[in-house]
Structure formats: C-alpha cells, structure tokens
C-alpha cells in the first residue's frame, strides 16, 4: 500500500496547493490511504468546518491536529462530532478522538495523534499527560481492532524527543511522523527494517515566510521585540509530503520518500 502524509497545511496558500494539486497525486502515485495535519488550516491558526470539510474533499482520510487546536472555540464541536478528524490523545482538556481506526479496502488502517512535551510554547503542560505513555495506552485500545498499518503523528518541537519516541516504538507501529515545525528534515528511514520514520514532514504553505507568518511581523518580534499581531503570509507555497509504501504480506513498510512541490 502506499501512503501519503502531508505536512502542516498553512492558511489560504496551503489550502490553494492541495486545491490544485492533491487529487491528481494521489491518482498518479497511486495512494491508497492520505493523512493531513490540518491544525494550521486556517489562516495559519487551527481549523475550521470549511477546511475540514474540504481536506476529506481532496482526499485526506484522517486530518490531525497539535498544539493549535485551542485557537478557534468552534474547532471544540468539530473534535467531538467530526469522525475523521483527531486531536492528541494526550491532550486532557478537550474533548475529542486521540485515536482511530479507519477500514478502507478491506483494510484497517489506524492513526493516533499525540502532542510533544517539550519547547511547545504556549501550551499548558499541566493539560497535557506524557506522550510515551499515553501512546501504549492508545496501542492497547486500538488492538481489540486489529489493525493492519499503525501511523502516528508525533506533533512536537524538540528533535530529541521525536527521535526518542522512533526508537520506544520501532517495533510496534508501521510508521512515526513528526509534524509543528514547518521545515522538512532530511532523515527518512526504515528503522530496523520495521518502521517507518521522519524527524519532521515540513509544511504545505507559504514559501516566503518565517513557517507560515508573514515575514516582516516574525522580523519585528524577533528584531524590536514588538508584540505586533501573527498574520499568516499569503506567498506562493510549498508541498510538504512523504509516500510511504508498504508490502501487503509482512504489513512492514519497505520505503519512506519524501515527495515535494
Ligand atoms: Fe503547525
Ligand atoms: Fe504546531
């Protein structure tokens, strides 16, 4: 089976790149199975119905969140009632799915969602349970499925706990994405011949910006320490994905290449 898994999707211009590209790749790659963090869909700040509904429209199976799912107060209805939409499961003061087991072509395919712990800013930790364990009790839940694939979206900052959490699951999961920091790392790998991994998918959005923001807002805070208003760049964008394929006996994943516009 191959799968696609796009990174963080940014505003209008990562909606306009999925508009004009997503269905035509998943036909010429052959896709089986597309999963889309969502959580920066819109205007650069969470997730709306609209984008939601037109992300399964393009072809996502399940969209996942991070750490901006606090943004919009009517994002809470759609973690609740949305059934392909996910939340990290590790996430203790909203309502809403961790986890799920998607059946598509007679094929169980799960996706857990789960938010890092460390350097992820304005995130109450208090709110937020520790990832490593939080994942097995989400491995336990979902065996009564039998699942045949397990992917997870590792939404955090810090390159060491990502790497970390690669090495606690090589043996128990099909594959460990990394999404939130919007820049795309070189170290696709199959760890172990068992799964597969990527530090981090990078970003569906704008080029020129500072990972999405407009550039001369990031440079002001950063250079005056002004306090001026986020607003997301509305610049050319960038695809950010990576196919991994899998062999339909062993279930194992046998490539993961990134694949970018
Ligand atoms: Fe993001
Ligand atoms: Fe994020």
């Not at 211009?13 to 920066?40: Q, R």
């Not at 939601?52 to 606090?70: I, Q, R």
């Not at 050319?236 to 194992?252: A, L, Q, Y």
């Amino acid at each position: 089976m191959k799968f696609l898994l796009v990174g963080d999707v940014v505003g209008n211009s990562g909606m306009s790149i999925l508009k004009n590209n997503l269905k035509e790749i998943i036909k010429k790659e052959s896709i089986d199975f597309c999963i889309i963090n969502g959580e920066n869909s819109a205007s650069g700040r969470g997730i709306k119905e609209k984008q939601y509904k037109e992300l399964l429209e393009l072809g996502a199976d399940v969209v996942t969140m991070g750490n901006h799912l606090y943004y919009r107060k009517e994002a809470a209805k759609l973690y609740e009632e949305e059934e392909r939409l996910l939340i990290p499961a590790n996430v203790t003061n909203l309502k809403g799915k961790g986890s799920i087991v998607v059946e598509k072509n007679g094929v169980k395919v799960a996706v857990i969602n789960l938010l890092g712990k460390v350097y992820m800013g304005e995130v109450n930790n208090d709110f937020v349970t520790c990832p490593f364990k939080e994942v097995k009790k989400q491995l336990e839940i979902l065996k009564k499925d039998s699942p045949d694939y397990i992917f997870l979206d590792f939404h955090a900052e810090a390159t060491a706990e990502k790497k970390a959490m690669g090495q606690y699951l090589k043996e128990d999961i099909t594959c460990l994405f990394g999404t939130h920091t919007h820049v795309q790392t070189s170290d696709e790998e199959i760890i172990e011949g068992s799964m597969a991994y990527i530090t981090d998918v990078g970003m569906t959005g704008p080029k020129d910006s500072v990972i999405g923001l407009k550039t001369e807002i990031a440079l002001a805070r950063f250079v005056t320490g002004e306090k001026i208003k986020y607003e997301c760049s509305e610049s050319e964008p960038i695809f950010n994905s990576v196919i991994v394929t899998t062999e339909d006996n062993t279930k194992k994943p046998v490539s993961i290449k990134r694949y970018n516009i």
